[in-house]
């Protein structure tokens, strides 16, 4: 035995760094040998999500905060500010507020991360049964070891990757549910090998000492390959052998397993992906401007050195009699470059350390305004939405792609039998006194089903012409029923007293029986020989002949059995297109009534199948079924042959009808995805579902519709195959596109303003591409075609993807379309695209918190996406942008007074202000009205931010703050300063004071550029506030009396007497602010500062307004009126039929069933049958058509009432 590598077991410990190990090769794994195995070190079952522990949390910290330009070059500005030569401010004006912003962030970072530790450690402290020394014993998860033997019980999560060994069910046969890795909830069965399958004493389970030697640890869910030696023997092991770690033991009283893989090492983890540090882009734009500014900074500092070398080689040597140099000024160029660094100082507020401290508070409180939303709250589950991170607020409002999971995140995962059609007839829909349908409610009365006692009280079915025809044993409504009592895999349980529950396969197959059962025709029990039913009361035993099984190239299945009369019928149920093939010449007419019936049904968004039986001939029948016996035990192209005869006997059937079960959606969902289309927000679904499951979805949806031009399917097994359907796709689009714009040009300038490219507008397309074909795209030399075409079409659904191929698909757009991406999802295998995503968001759902617990964002329902993007989303980074704007311009304002002074006092570095204005400015007097405006202000309400979409695409655009916008800012700053300096400057030159003599002195001079300062941008913050509420009132006037009453008291006599050395000043606001000529000084300083800007926003508001501007008016043109409910008249989408059963089924399960080897001599399977739930809301279809600017719901269009109108209350 050779072992060529292993990778140690350190590899999870180790968070700040990693030791280089070795590539394993190949695992040897040997049972109940700790000492054997310990010898390559494998991980242990610990797992860590977290980023953080108590050695590496301050290092690791610090540097990613580092990260940020600004807070490395404040490091720098504290170290000058300890050198006495150079500095003019003292050091606690810089090292306070930065120690302040290092500690918030630090403390908000360990929150974030105790909570990922609470969470490794509830799931490390979870208990297993572990074979140790003869007995079993209760160990934490933590402390289960690669080769241990540990016992599952029913409903308990699998603790590791285990090789299943033996379990409570005949045959070593267990059932197992995977929602947590690839989403669905329907049951898969696993089975141990038959030599193991019979080790479930103790005694033997000790005595067992096989090795397993297999593949390393990977990501590959669907995919093991090993072998274990034991007893001198070999026996190869795949995939249907383990059980993976998540899986949840269902229907199963126990079993045993042996460890494989562990902790970090399963096939879950190893797909969860890494935690990373995410970083919003107003982050990364703020790193490149306070790079800018530094830049400007200096050369501002160049400069004024270069003015005072200058100054004190013509100038300054004159004066050294009473200005001598101090030491180490030897020469006038030595002076510049102590001056230069005295002013990188003087003027380094420009970028402020309160703006990282303001920053951090603006995204607290959008954080909490998220948590304490009560319209995201969902009463149902009592579960509120809930911001785990303060760092992505704003990256809410730029959002452009969204990656959503299916199963859990668009649907409720709970099929509901809604309507059929038997004979030619339809039931389900309800109808009032005059003939006219009714829309079905929740006060609508539902069918009584009293008169069956074994009925499931959670069924609800609202046509009580169903159940009249059933009462009047309408011979073709019971053999419908029959038929779905009978052709299934479904496996019943009696538990309790009487209750019968379901163990469905699929849950299309569970409502379907469900739906048979209340209808009188109750599915009991089944044995590999017979099915018994209790048909109207009366327990009718069937025996059961064949099974023919399903597969996605029959899409149907039927069962063959002989009813108690001695007649033998074949049942089937599929895809209407097959059965219709299939059908006897006297059904044609029959077929025809149906077939619209179809249609109505997938109109409506329902799954289809039809249903048809057939008379068998005893003789034939015989015939027949020595053929099959034959052909099942050949070797040789079995499923071939088998698939020949089930086609021969299955002609010539007669069509029973169709039924139509509804996918439940959850509530919303439809009316979510149009607007978040409508907002230019691109949503891709990526599933672990069929790619059959995944359109139906889309379809019901209505991200997939027939009047679509193409919907390409890439369905490829090799790159070759792939390559050329993506580059025909491709090419097709193109190639109609051009095609269509050249006889249509006045079609394609209605779509050219803001757009490049408007395929998917003028001719709208699909794509949806499986697990297979898209690994292949995903390599290098076809990614880039594959990026392009997903991105010419309207929707993209990506199926049967792996966790780690979700997170792929993610990277690639992050990594080519510099786009904000959003990853949606409810279930452990949604964890790594939510990782990987600029914003991740988790949905409490039915498959576990893993999601939740790994993302930014979680709440309960998928609807909720909606206002936390177009409300919360919007808001963050409109205030977000509007703050930094008003922080920059401010500060430029305050700050290059100085540059201007510097001409006027021999570049000498003296400071305008006094030091205590200089430190409180940013602190005190102007740090509270730009935080309520933070905080507060909006530009339209969160009713007309859902109602207009179009509101959130500058985010997208990134129009708001980028480079131009802080140019126009800081040219407003820098303008605001030099109109701050040079009015008072030339108003003193000129002006004397009511007794006649001169303003002469500097700190009068200080005072009045201060306060006009403080009362510019206080002025400038009530013209940019958009939202006035009570506490920006309080903040913006509470700052002013702050200032003056500081003002005053500091240049106070008894300020003076306390501490004459800090406060020197006495008298000088008293004597300077009692002048009415520096009041009107400080009154024109205002009005010429201010009113420029004023006339400039009049000018562009009413010369070209945007849309803000005019959703704005019209708020304020409608304030006194509440929000209006929409009357939406509900379109019937026209669609084709699609199949729920072959969807959704697997292939395999006749052959379980028939073979016996699922049934247990006292009882049957459990299975649980699905709950009825309230109707999801059909989407309007033309919805998305509409892509007017203004509006998603027009006000101006209104729609007649109709008794059918369904009513779209907007938030």
């Not at 450690?121 to 003869?134: A, C, P, W």
């Not at 076809?782 to 990026?787: A, G």
């Amino acid at each position: 035995m050779v072992i060529v590598s292993f990778r140690g077991r350190s590899q999870e410990k180790m968070a700040f760094w990693r030791r280089n190990t070795l590539v394993e090769r190949e695992r040897h794994v040997k049972a109940n040998a700790r000492d054997y195995n310990d010898k390559f070190s494998y991980a242990d079952n610990h797992i860590k999500t977290s980023k953080y522990n108590i050695v590496t949390f301050l290092p690791l910290n610090l540097f990613e905060q580092l990260q940020r330009v600004a807070n490395a070059y404040f490091i720098v500005l504290l170290i000058l500010q300890l050198i006495p030569t150079i500095s003019s401010l003292s050091w606690f004006t810089t090292i306070v507020p930065l120690v302040l912003v290092l500690l918030i962030t630090a403390v908000k970072d360990a929150t974030d991360d105790y909570f990922r530790h609470k969470s490794d450690q509830q799931v490390n402290n979870r208990q297993s049964q572990v074979l140790i020394r003869g007995s079993l014993q209760n160990k934490k998860w933590m402390n289960v070891l690669v080769g241990d033997i540990i016992k599952l019980e029913n409903n308990q999560f699998v603790a590791a990757d285990i090789l299943l060994l033996c379990s409570s069910e005949p045959n070593g046969l267990c059932y197992i549910e995977t929602a947590e890795l690839d989403g669905e909830t329907n049951l898969k069965v696993r089975q141990a090998l038959t030599v193991t399958s019979d080790l479930g004493d103790i005694s033997k389970l000790m005595e067992f000492d096989g090795e397993v030697i297999c593949e390393p640890p990977n990501n590959k869910l669907d995919k093991f390959t090993g072998t274990l030696f034991w007893r001198d023997s070999k026996y190869p092991l795949d995939n249907d052998r383990m059980l993976l770690r998540g899986c949840v033991l269902r229907n199963t009283e126990c079993c045993f397993g042996m460890v494989i893989f562990a902790g970090l090492q399963t096939k879950l983890m190893q797909n969860c992906g890494r935690t990373k540090f995410k970083r919003t882009s107003i982050d990364k734009l703020m790193n490149t401007l306070v790079l800018w500014i530094f830049a400007f900074l200096i050369c501002m500092g160049v400069i004024l050195a270069i003015g005072n070398t200058i100054w004190e080689s013509r100038i300054g040597r004159s004066f050294q009699v009473f200005l001598p140099w101090t030491e180490f000024q030897s020469s006038a160029v030595f002076s510049g470059f102590l001056t230069f660094w005295s002013y990188i100082i003087n003027l380094n507020t420009v970028v402020p350390i309160s703006l990282y401290v303001s920053v951090e508070v603006l995204r607290l409180g959008h954080s909490f305004f998220i948590n304490w939303d009560h319209r995201m709250y969902h009463g149902q589950t009592n579960t509120a939405a809930e911001a785990r991170t303060t760092t992505l607020n704003e990256e809410l409002g730029q959002v452009e792609f969204i990656f959503s999971d299916k199963t859990g995140t668009l649907t409720q995962n709970i099929m509901v039998f809604g309507k059929c059609s038997i004979n030619g007839q339809t039931y389900g829909d309800v109808y009032d006194e005059f003939d006219q349908k009714v829309e079905i409610t929740e006060k609508t009365a539902c069918v009584d089903f009293s008169f069956n006692p074994l009925f499931d009280r959670r069924f609800k079915f609202y046509d009580s012409r169903l159940v009249e025809a059933i009462k009047v044993e309408d011979p073709a409504v019971h053999e419908f029923f029959r038929l779905l009592a009978l052709c299934h895999t479904v496996m019943p349980e009696e538990k309790n007293e009487g209750l019968l529950v379901y163990q469905a396969q699929s849950p299309d197959e569970g409502a379907l029986v469900t739906a048979a059962r209340n209808f009188g025709f109750v599915f009991q029990t089944r044995t590999p020989e017979t099915i018994t039913l209790c048909e109207m009361g009366r327990a009718v035993t069937y025996q059961l002949l064949a099974i023919l099984d399903f597969n996605n190239v029959r899409k149907r299945m039927s069962v063959i059995v002989r009813n108690p009369q001695g007649q033998i019928k074949l049942y089937s149920k599929g895809a209407d297109t097959v059965i219709f093939e299939r059908l006897d010449p006297p059904s044609e007419d029959l077929m025809h009534t149906t077939s619209e019936h179809l249609n109505e049904f997938a109109g409506e968004g329902l799954r289809t199948l039809a249903l048809a039986c057939k008379d068998l001939d005893e003789n034939d029948f015989e015939v027949w079924m020595k053929k099959l016996r034959f052909a099942s035990t050949v070797i040789d192209n079995r499923e071939a042959q088998l698939a020949v005869l089930y086609e021969e006997i299955e002609q010539g059937l007669k069509l029973l009808g169709a039924t139509a079960i509804e996918d439940k959606l959850q509530e919303g969902v439809p009316e979510t995805i149009a607007c978040l289309s409508l907002a230019d927000i691109k949503i891709w679904v990526l599933t672990g579902d069929k790619l059959e499951t995944a359109m139906n979805i889309g379809y019901s949806c209505n991200m997939l519709r027939d009047d679509m031009n193409e919907v390409f399917v890439m369905s490829g097994h090799t790159l070759l195959e792939v390559q050329q359907q993506l580059r025909s796709a491709k090419e097709h689009i193109l190639g109609l596109t051009r095609v269509g714009s050249a006889g249509d040009v006045k079609k394609s300038d209605m779509f050219a303003d803001g757009s490049v490219f408007e395929e998917t507008i003028i001719a709208e397309y699909a794509l949806v591409i499986n697990g297979h074909s898209l690994a292949h795209a995903l390599e290098p030399q076809l990614e880039h075609v594959l990026l392009d075409l997903a991105c010419l079409c309207k929707t993209v659904i990506c199926c049967r993807v792996t966790p780690m191929q979700k997170a792929q698909v993610v990277e690639l757009v992050k990594r080519h379309k510099r786009a904000v991406t959003l990853a949606i999802g409810d279930g452990a295998n949604d964890v790594s695209m939510i990782k990987t995503a600029h914003i991740g968001v988790g949905i409490s759902g039915q498959e576990g918190m893993q999601a939740a617990l790994a993302s930014d964002y979680s709440f309960a329902q998928f609807r909720y996406l909606q206002r936390l993007l177009l409300v919360h989303g919007r808001w963050s980074y409109f205030r977000m942008c509007h703050f930094l704007r008003y922080f920059f311009y401010k500060n430029f304002a305050f700050t290059l007074v100085h540059f201007w002074y510097g001409f006027f006092c021999g570049f000498s570095a003296q400071i305008v202000y006094d030091q205590w204005f200089i430190t409180l400015f940013n602190i005190v007097y102007t740090s509270l009205p730009v935080l309520a405006m933070g905080l507060f202000d909006q530009d339209v309400n969160d009713h007309n931010s859902l109602r207009y979409p179009s509101l959130y695409r500058p985010g997208q655009q990134n129009l708001l703050f980028n480079k131009r916008q802080f140019f126009l800012c800081t040219l407003q700053g820098i303008c605001t300063s030099f109109l701050l300096f040079f009015i008072p400057y030339g108003a003193f030159s000129v002006m004397v004071k009511e007794d006649g003599s001169h303003f002469s002195d500097q700190q009068t001079f200080a005072v009045t550029i201060a306060t006009s300062l403080v009362i510019v941008v206080s002025v400038q913050i009530g013209l940019d506030t958009h939202y006035w509420t009570a506490v920006n009132h309080l903040f913006i006037w509470g700052s002013l009396t702050v200032y003056f009453v500081i003002l005053f008291a500091m240049q106070s006599n008894g300020m003076f007497g306390i501490f004459p050395s800090n406060f020197p000043f006495v008298g000088t606001a008293r004597n300077c602010l009692s002048e009415k000529s520096v009041w009107l000084v400080i009154l024109l300083t205002t009005v010429v500062c201010v009113v420029p800007g004023l006339v400039i926003i009049f000018l562009r508001i009413d010369l070209s307004p945007t849309l803000t501007d005019k959703v704005r008016h019209l708020q304020q043109s409608r304030k006194r009126q509440g929000p209006q409910e929409q009357n939406l008249r509900q379109v019937r989408r026209t669609s084709s039929r699609r199949s729920a059963y072959a969807f959704s089924h697997q292939q395999g399960y006749g052959e379980l069933i028939t073979s016996g080897k699922n049934m247990r001599t006292h009882t049957a399977s459990t299975a649980r049958s699905p709950e009825r739930t309230q109707h999801s809301s059909n989407w309007i279809e033309n919805m998305l058509k509409r892509k007017n600017e203004v509006s998603c719901i027009s006000d101006e269009s209104t729609v007649a009432p109709e008794k059918s109108n369904r009513t779209l209350q907007t938030p």
